[in-house]
């Protein structure tokens, strides 16, 4: 009675075991690819930003975000959390990669999230690289630039 008592207990640990491994393995698998919880997790983050776009990379680990006022976030997950990111303006910098449906992007207040990101067309790259490059210029630089252009109207 004891053997079968003993058979059955580990049958039970060996199930639970192989659960346990799918689950994991689906969570890795899931990524950012649901964009209702990149909504949910980057507006519990930046709760004052109105989300206006969301730009998936290709294996779903990345998400770039369009907000109202053409600003732009960035959320990476992060194994067992995701990390929301405002991008400031002038902060970021941003290189094509030798794909050309990618970009490599250098983050300068946040280092640790630089990295090539691969997105499923050229297309949506480009349509990032644009979300970050009207977020590249500064306030402060925009008014110079419109001074300029309006001292070289004059003239």
């Known amino acids: ?4 008592v003993w058979c059955v207990l580990f049958a039970i640990v060996i199930f639970f075991a192989y659960v346990a491994t799918r689950m994991a393995s689906q969570n890795k698998e899931d990524g950012l690819h649901d964009t209702g919880l990149a909504i949910i997790e980057f507006g519990r983050a ?4 109105a989300i206006r776009q969301l730009q998936a990379t290709e294996n779903g680990q990345a998400i770039f975000v369009r907000l109202h006022d053409n ?3 960035f ?3 992060m194994a067992r959390h995701f990390a929301c990111h405002l991008i400031e303006p002038g902060r970021v910098r941003v290189i094509s990669s ?3 449906r990618g970009l490599v992007i250098e983050f300068l207040d946040a280092p640790y999230h630089n990295g ?5 067309s050229a297309k949506e790259a480009s349509e990032v ?4 490059l009207g977020n ?3 306030e402060p630089d925009k008014d110079l630039s419109s001074d300029n252009i309006s001292a070289a109207n004059k003239q």
């Open 116 to 120: 090539d990101f691969e997105f499923a």
């Open 75 to 77: 959320m990476r997950n």
């Open 129 to 132: 690289s644009l979300w970050l």
């Open 71 to 73: 600003k732009a976030g």
């Open 136 to 138: 590249y210029i500064a």
């Open 46 to 49: 930046f709760p004052n930003e």
């Open 1 to 4: 009675m004891g053997i079968i």
């Open 98 to 100: 030798e794909t050309g």
